[in-house]
């Protein structure tokens, strides 16, 4: 029986190959064509009492951005399948009308990480704003979708506000926090792993993500998206997305960041100047809410990844809370300096791994070169001094590898900080260096796309845990080169990750909570999954599909061949595809912020 299992696998395995290659063979013989522009299309407005035999179920195979499209922007729809033409169609009071029927002349494209044959449809010429959806006779309807202006605004609001309701150590109040209102957490000190006679104050700060773990590191990063946005787009951060400390005449943006900057200097350690690697229960607790979980939060080690993103974000922010809040403003850069002293006495600290019968997230890394290069560029940045320069300019090769936007490789916050400071303070060398590798990769990130039927910015090979924010950092990456050197096929691509993330994917999955039509329902979040609220916390971006099968629920419920981009699941037990994090949400927030400027 088992030989023949294996026959059976062996023969599907050759099967599936032989369909790849040959489609593969198909669409990289094709060179990727462009898409026929609007005007190329064969597009008919409809003619009157024209009776056309509109779709009336979707059926998963017409994929949109969920949420929509901005007016003047380019809007192409992915259809799986070869099919004759497509109708737009404008909803309005209940009524429908065809408002463009146009023949599907697009090339095909064999799409490798899902799959798909995929066709595009591109209704770009249509202008109007309002509620649309897609027919294609035999293929159904899409999801309906916006077309208009400021289609992003609800959207960015609720990416930041959701940095509010991981807040822990405080109540989340109905008039902030809505039906997911909720009592105070670990009010109780952290104690130290290392000497249990040892208690800090380290109340406060977000819970990581699904659990209650609060990580120096992935703290840090989600900071550091926050913080450029705020840098690199200042007019697009209001005041008002009703967080405690909306209305006060700081950017709610920089409120938010404030409660999370201030526990990181609470996680540093007073007489060495070095950061807590982290602050958590020595296991993960049940599906309880936060203020049911009573166990003891002990911190782990001082670590050189938790101090080098600690000093980097203290640093930064430093200069950018100075005209807002100077006395935290000192006391950031104070603890920033002092953390960098660390880092000089520690060179060869060793990377953080778990200590023993501690059981919660790990964020092991072993390379801190990418921390300690991107303090030394942010603390040079904001103080001037030249110690920090100098260790810049000895170093910028190998710390600041411009790709590097996660918590494992984070050099780009470096590389893009000294690209964008004043031009008086650079280093000729460092900035032509930074500047040709970073457009370098930018290039290489637009090849690939002509091969990529989703347009999304990922290879089939880097589908990980947290695909989403590989694709979202993909955006941010294009964004930032496009304002390095103005290119619109950099934004371009930056927005069509958005449009990914939003619902034109493999599985028509929008992967934010709240938005779209088919958005995530059963995120792995505990206050979500313990609340006896049907509707997840609004506005959270799940990890997304991954390669590698890293929990028990995608093992026994999605089969082993399934693509990469189209292996997912909207479970709450699927911690490796439909977990939450502050750092998958916060990239998405640079990208929805940058397009939803006047
Ligand atoms: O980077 C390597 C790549 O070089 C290699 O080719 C690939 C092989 O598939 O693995 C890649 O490493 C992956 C790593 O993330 C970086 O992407 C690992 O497979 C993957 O297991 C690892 O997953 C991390 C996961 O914790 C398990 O450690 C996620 O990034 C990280 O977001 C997640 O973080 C958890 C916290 O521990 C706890 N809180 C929730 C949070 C989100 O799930
Ligand atoms: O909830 C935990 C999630 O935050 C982590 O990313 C994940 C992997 O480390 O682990 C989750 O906790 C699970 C634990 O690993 C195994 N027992 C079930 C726990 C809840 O799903
Ligand atoms: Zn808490």
């Known amino acids: 029986m088992i030989r023949l299992k294996k026959m059976y696998r062996l023969v599907s395995l050759v099967l599936v190959l032989l369909l790849i290659f040959t489609a593969c063979k198909a669409s990289v013989d094709q060179e990727p064509t462009k898409d026929p522009s609007p005007s190329d299309q064969v597009n008919e407005s409809p003619r009157p009492n024209e009776s056309l035999e509109l779709e009336t179920e979707v059926k998963g195979l017409i994929h949109v951005n969920q949420v929509g499209y901005r007016t003047e922007d380019e809007k192409i729809a992915i259809l799986v399948g070869e099919y004759d033409s497509f109708q737009l169609v404008a909803i309005e009071d209940e009524k429908e009308t065809v408002v463009l029927n146009s023949k599907i002349e697009s090339s095909p494209l064999f799409d490798v990480s899902t799959g798909d044959l995929v066709y595009k449809l591109d209704f770009s010429q249509v202008t109007e704003p309002g509620q649309y959806y897609l027919s294609v006779a035999g293929a159904g309807r899409s999801y309906p979708f916006q077309i208009g202006d400021n289609i992003y605004n609800d959207l960015k609001d609720a990416l930041l506000k959701f940095m509010y309701y991981q807040r822990c150590g405080i109540e989340l109040k109905e008039e902030h926090a809505g039906q997911w209102h909720r009592p105070e957490c670990h009010t109780e000190p952290g104690i130290l792993l290392e000497d249990n006679n040892v208690t800090m104050d380290t109340v406060g700060g977000w819970h990581d993500a699904g659990d209650f773990g609060k990580y120096t590191v992935p703290a840090a990063v989600t900071l550091a998206d926050m913080l450029n946005s705020y840098e690199m787009f200042p007019t697009a951060y209001s005041d008002n997305i009703n967080i405690p400390e909306s209305n006060n005449g700081i950017p709610d943006i920089l409120d938010e960041s404030i409660y999370a900057l201030d526990w990181i200097i609470r996680m540093q350690d007073e007489k060495s100047g070095g950061f807590y690697h982290k602050l958590s229960t020595n296991n993960f607790p049940g599906f309880i809410m936060p203020h049911r979980d009573s166990s003891k939060q002990y911190l782990s080690p001082i670590s050189p990844t938790a101090t080098g993103s600690a000093v980097a ?62 303090a030394a560029v942010e603390l040079y940045r904001t103080t001037g001094k030249d110690q920090y320069h100098d260790y810049v300019k000895k170093n910028y090769k190998g710390g600041l590898k411009v790709a590097g936007l996660g918590w494992i490789d984070n050099g780009g916050f470096g590389a893009i900080s000294y690209l964008f400071m004043d031009q008086d303070m650079q280093d000729t060398d460092v900035y032509d260096y930074l500047k040709s590798k970073y457009l370098e990769e930018a290039d290489r990130i637009k090849k690939y796309m002509a091969y990529n039927g989703y347009n999304v910015a990922i290879r089939p090979t880097e589908y990980y845990w947290g695909s989403n924010m590989h694709v979202m950092n993909r955006a941010i990456f294009m964004l930032v080169a496009h304002l390095l050197e103005e290119n619109p096929e950099y934004e371009q691509i930056a927005l069509d990750q958005l449009h990914y993330l939003l619902g034109r994917n493999g599985l028509s999955q929008s992967y934010v909570s709240g938005f779209g039509s088919k958005q995530i329902k059963n995120p792995h979040h505990r206050p979500s999954g313990a609340d006896n609220i049907k509707e997840p916390v609004p506005g959270m971006v799940a990890g997304g599909p991954t390669k590698d099968r890293e929990d028990n629920v995608v093992k026994n419920s999605i089969p082993e061949d399934t693509p990469p981009g189209k292996a997912y699941i909207d479970a709450e037990g699927s911690y490796s595809t439909n977990e939450v994090t502050t750092y998958w949400n916060s990239p998405t927030l640079f990208v929805a912020t940058y397009f939803c400027q006047e």
């Not at 640093?315 to 403003?329: G, K, M, N, P």
């Not at 953390?339 to 390379?367: C, H, M, R």
Request: charged share 25%; hydrophobic share 35%.
């Open 313 to 374: 974000v203290l640093a930064q922010a430093s200069r950018i809370l100075s005209d807002y809040d100077s006395e935290f403003a000192g006391r950031a850069l104070a603890a920033a300096e002092k953390g960098w002293q660390w880092l000089i006495d520690n060179p060869d600290a060793s990377g953080f791994t778990n200590p023993k019968g501690v059981s919660t997230g790990e964020y092991g890394d072993a390379n801190s070169s990418d921390e300690r290069a991107w």
